[in-house]
């Protein structure tokens, strides 16, 4: 069974940090393309930051770069997207999906920023 679980998700206020998690299982985690993408209320599903199965290949949104980090742990089963220097217009629902064999999505997890 495949799963995707997100976390880190949270309250935090302008200029503040937080660094999401998803852990994955029930496929070859090494193979995929990882993704996050965000939906605020409202508005439709954007993808945020991508990692290539290996690591070595990264892509943001350009209203997150300098600011976003994605990273993965393929020993962990993991992907990370380490959120920095964060503003009110961040704050959405951050989903994880995966792309092997098959294209999978996480439950998401909540982000507010707002003081």
């Known amino acids: 069974q495949v799963q995707l679980v997100e976390s880190g998700g949270g309250l935090v206020q302008p200029g503040g940090s937080l660094r999401l998690s998803c852990v994955a299982s029930g496929f070859i985690f090494s193979s995929a393309v990882l993704r996050w993408y965000r939906q605020a209320p409202g508005k439709e599903r954007e993808l945020v930051a991508s990692?290539?199965?290996?690591?070595?290949?990264?892509n943001y949104a350009d209203s997150v770069k300098g600011r976003f980090t994605v990273s993965r742990d393929n020993a962990k089963n993991t992907v990370y997207l380490q959120m920095n220097s964060l503003k009110p217009e961040d704050t959405a629902v951050y989903y994880c999906r995966a792309h092997g064999l098959g294209v999978y999505w996480g439950q998401g997890t909540q982000v507010t920023v707002s003081s």
């Open positions: 990692i290539s199965s290996a690591g070595g290949v990264t």
